[in-house]
């Protein structure tokens, strides 16, 4: 189960899935800024000699991509959604959760009933994909039934870091 974020002990990034922020903005953006340091310090150190360090998620990246597509998205500045103890939807943002396929994510862009979620998505869906861009995920924007959009992500090009076993 993930914590709140901000709460005391280990950082996970917000998903969408989780209760509402109540902590600290400021700590909280630190922690955010900190952990995408150490991402960037993974990409770097894990990176092959043809210049692609950085460019493309790590293998740690691929093997967690709710994890990793959810930081990139909340180091970007953008919002996510929320629920309450009873899995009700409170706060209208960006939710993050496993593709069908392995190393991938979908993003979805949802809000508690008459929020105007729907009426935002294809705007907000495009604010993820270019963030997410911006670290190596690729992300298309699908139209699901019911009319809903949201975006398949997966990693760009290989991937930093020695060839799995």
Do not use: H
């Amino acid at each position: 189960m993930s914590r709140e974020p901000g709460a005391e002990g280990a950082f996970e990034a917000a998903t969408g899935d989780g209760p509402p922020f109540t902590g600290n903005a400021e700590q909280r953006s630190r922690e955010v800024r900190s952990a995408l340091d150490g991402l960037r310090q993974i990409r770097r150190l894990t990176g092959g000699p043809d210049g692609a360090a950085g460019a493309v998620p790590a293998l740690w990246e691929r093997r967690q991509p709710v994890r990793a597509v959810a930081l990139a998205l909340e180091a970007a500045g953008l919002t996510p959604s929320a629920v309450d103890s009873a899995g009700v939807r409170t706060a209208t943002g960006y939710r993050v959760r496993a593709g069908e396929r392995p190393a991938t994510a979908v993003v979805e862009w949802l809000g508690p009933p008459g929020s105007g979620a729907a009426r935002e998505e294809t705007g907000e869906l495009t604010a993820c994909a270019e963030a997410l861009g911006r670290l190596g995920w690729e992300a298309l924007l699908y139209k699901g039934p019911r009319g809903r959009r949201f975006l398949e992500v997966e990693p760009a090009g290989k991937p930093a870091g020695p060839a799995p076993s």
